[in-house]
């Protein structure tokens, strides 16, 4: 059965600084791994995904995430944050290569701070 | 259109009460999901239906009845709900492989009192 760790359940950060959320997966087979962001009151939105192929995966919005086989991880990072990114941050896992469902962590609150 | 839509956005209910949640998406995903999060908390899985058929329930209790009318709807019958069933109900579809990723809906956030 898959699992997902995120270690920090709150990152505060000054605006503007470079942050990384923390990611480790277990899995016996192998994975999909996906950050989706959750804004207040709203539903999930997709991040990025690795699925395969290239270990380091980037979103529209200056996010990336690697990959990192050995050490079963997908940190989240970003350069510079900005008060827009204050927000709840999953990281989930599939398995299957069918209709699974996600298997989620427990989230890391990231607070921005002017 | 690339988006889940659920309704209604806020419910509250009574304990005796019979509701239901809907969900519906027009991308053509042949697997929807139901999620339950709870506040400060992951969302965790309810049921799966892949192809209009129940593949998986996560030990759900029989107070919460999923249906899949069609391959685009996805409801969720509610009844004899307890207090703390109030939550974020959240509808996800994906084409049935992680691949493309699930998409989710904005939720309805349901109050049982």
């Known amino acids: 059965a898959q699992s997902v760790t995120q270690l920090d359940s709150q990152v505060p950060v000054f605006e503007e600084a470079p942050v990384e959320l923390r990611c480790n997966y277990s899995s016996s087979v192998s994975v999909y791994l996906f950050w989706y962001v959750q804004y207040p009151n709203q539903g999930l939105q997709l991040l990025l995904k690795?699925?395969?192929?290239?270990?380091l995966v980037e979103s529209i919005n200056g996010f990336e995430a690697e990959f990192n086989k050995s050490q079963t991880s997908f940190h989240l990072r970003k350069p510079s944050v900005h008060i827009s990114d204050t927000a709840e941050y999953f990281c989930?896992?599939?398995?299957?290569?069918?209709?699974?469902?996600?298997?989620f962590g427990k989230g890391t609150h990231l607070i921005i701070q002017p | 259109d690339t988006e889940v839509t659920q309704t209604p956005k806020h419910l509250v209910m009574g304990m005796t009460n019979k509701k239901s949640l809907k969900c519906e998406q027009h991308?053509?995903?042949?697997?929807m999901y139901w999620y339950k999060q709870k506040a400060k908390k992951p969302p965790e899985l309810m049921f799966v239906?892949?192809?209009?058929?129940?593949?998986i329930n996560e030990s759900v209790p029989s107070r919460f009845s999923p249906e899949c009318p069609n391959s685009s709807l996805l409801n969720l019958h509610l009844h004899a709900l307890q207090p703390e069933d109030s939550a974020l109900y959240l509808c996800a579809s994906s084409q049935g492989s992680p691949w493309k990723g699930y998409t989710f809906g904005s939720g309805t956030r349901l109050t049982v009192v």
């Open positions: 690795y699925l395969s192929g290239s270990t």
């Open positions: 239906y892949s192809y209009e058929k129940l593949s």
């Open positions: 991308m053509g995903h042949r697997a």
């Open positions: 989930a896992v599939s398995e299957g290569g069918g209709a699974d469902g996600l298997t």
